[in-house]
């Protein structure tokens, strides 16, 4: 929750794709004394859809909800989809008469957006390619890009934009932290494009271990209300 960019809430719903987050959300919430519902899911997913209106249908006296996610909406895979999301939960899962503030958080770029001065000159070519098939296949990495304008369309009110400064994951410069480097190498390995072309595994993550390392990647947090 961003300190003066989000008012009094009474109600909260969450949703992320790591349990332990899930886990860590629902108890800060709880010490703010929010009644709230943190599922393991997209805005799409039947699963996050049927526990929030569970939810949301016992709380039909709150006045005010925050709708949160991290991480989640690039797996709607399109902006449309996104915003047919956004008009669902506003017209058919917020109870009538309470405000709903939706606040989501998405990378804009992913690995196209790494570079160093000594990259292979046809490894940017491979990695924008990667990411084609990633958003053909369900994954939009410029999703973030496309969430303000998603809010917009779902006929959301007072949307805005934010770029998070700091993110030691996605957003950093130079040579990534071991820790980080460590989540990367995962992510690599669970990407079928880069197991049938490990050398372009290895070149990807050389560029995140050299201190000339730039990154143009951006997380961006949009807001908008019911």
């Not at 992320?16 to 629902?26: A, G, I, P």
């Not at 991480?71 to 449309?80: D, M, Q, R, V």
């Not at 989501?104 to 084609?132: A, K, M, R, V």
């Amino acid at each position: 929750m961003q300190d003066g960019l989000i008012g009094p809430v009474d109600s909260y719903v969450g949703m992320d794709l790591n349990d332990s987050m899930c886990r860590s959300t629902e108890q800060k919430a709880s010490k703010l004394g929010l009644a709230s519902k943190v599922v393991c899911g997209n805005v799409l997913d039947p699963g996050s859809i049927s526990a929030a209106k569970e939810f949301l249908c016992s709380r039909e006296s709150c006045s005010q909800i925050l709708v949160w996610s991290q991480f989640t909406a690039a797996y709607c895979g399109t902006k449309a989809k996104l915003t047919d999301a956004f008009q669902f939960w506003k017209t058919e899962l917020i109870p009538p008469g309470c405000n709903a503030i939706f606040c989501f958080i998405e990378i804009d770029g992913l690995l196209s957006c790494h570079s160093s001065p000594h990259d292979d000159p046809g490894l940017q070519t491979t990695l924008l390619s990667i990411e084609s098939s990633m958003c053909e296949m369900g994954y939009d990495v410029r999703m973030g890009h496309h969430l303000l304008d998603a809010m917009t369309a779902a006929g959301l009110t007072g949307c805005q934009s934010h770029e998070l400064a700091v993110d030691r994951e996605f957003c950093f410069q130079g040579a990534a932290e071991e820790a980080v480097l460590d989540l990367w190498r995962q992510r690599v390995s669970r990407m079928r494009a880069f197991q049938s072309e490990s050398k372009h595994g290895e070149d990807f993550l050389n560029i995140l271990t050299s201190p000339q390392h730039v990154n143009r990647g951006r997380i961006l947090m949009s807001l908008g209300e019911s």
